[in-house]
T-cell receptor
Framework: GQNIDQPTEMTATEGAIVQINCTYQ??????LFWYQQHAGEAPTFLSY????GLEEKGRFSSFLSRSKGYSYLLLKELQMKDSASYLC??????????????FGAGTRLAVHP | ETGVTQSPTHLIKTRGQQVTLRCSSQ?????VSWYQQALGQGPQFIFQ???????GRGNFPPRFSGLQFPNYSSELNVNALELDDSALYLC???????????FGNGTRLTVT
């Protein structure tokens, strides 16, 4: 089966750095995505890794190690608006050539002053 | 650039009824996927449409069906609603291939 694990909840202080980990056991890996989801809203795309290493995008960075089945999302200079759920998702390419995302349950991040 | 739009935003139905949810894809996107997100969980893949045909399906029963139209908009139909169908239904569009999914704000379905 497909399995994606991430911590259920995390808390952090405004201005700090937080790292959200994600481990996965899937078949047909074709990239790992991070999405941010505020309560009652749509998931919004944050970052994407298909090769090993670090991808940096402003205050957000994401890292991937395919051999370890591991990724993390790093959020720097935390702001109150970063309080949200962060979803780790693995893209699988299946027979017929179509892609689908398998999501973890999400990590609820609470940023406090 | 117009994003993904879904309608309605909220819906309350009774067990056994049927429901149709609608989605307009982002401009230029030709692929639509539907996901079900239960409270406190990540989205679960229902199916994907490309060129008006279903070309991928998750672990959902046949009473979940869909359509894609020539303008790439899409519908999700659920027959014989069950209480466990209560969830946020997300539509996502993309270009066929390896582009990221862009999600709409979802339809919150409550089955009583």
């Amino acid at each position: 089966g497909q399995n994606i694990d991430q911590p259920t909840e995390m808390t952090a202080t405004e201005g700090a750095i937080v790292q959200i980990n994600c481990t996965y056991q899937t078949s047909g890996f074709n990239g790992l995505f991070w999405y941010q989801q505020h309560a009652g809203e749509a998931p919004t795309f944050l970052s994407y890794n298909v090769l090993d290493g670090l991808e940096e995008k402003g205050r957000f960075s994401s890292f991937l190690s395919r051999s370890k089945g591991y990724s993390y999302l790093l959020l720097k200079e935390l702001q109150m608006k970063d309080s949200a759920s962060y979803l780790c998702a693995v893209r699988l390419t299946l027979s017929g050539g179509y892609n689908k995302l398998i999501f973890g349950a999400g990590t609820r991040l609470a940023v406090h002053p | 650039e117009t994003g993904v739009t879904q309608s309605p935003t909220h819906l309350i139905k009774t067990r056994g009824q049927q429901v149709t949810l609608r989605c307009s894809s982002q401009s230029g996107h030709n692929t639509v996927s539907w996901y079900q997100q239960a409270l406190g969980q990540g989205p679960q893949f229902i199916f994907q449409y490309y060129r008006e045909e279903e070309n991928g399906r998750g672990n959902f029963p046949p009473r979940f069906s869909g359509l894609q139209f020539p303008n790439y908009s899409s519908e999700l139909n659920v027959n014989a609603l069950e209480l466990d169908d209560s969830a946020l239904y997300l539509c996502a569009s993309s270009l066929y291939g390896n582009s990221p999914l862009h999600f709409g704000n979802g339809t919150r379905l409550t089955v009583t």
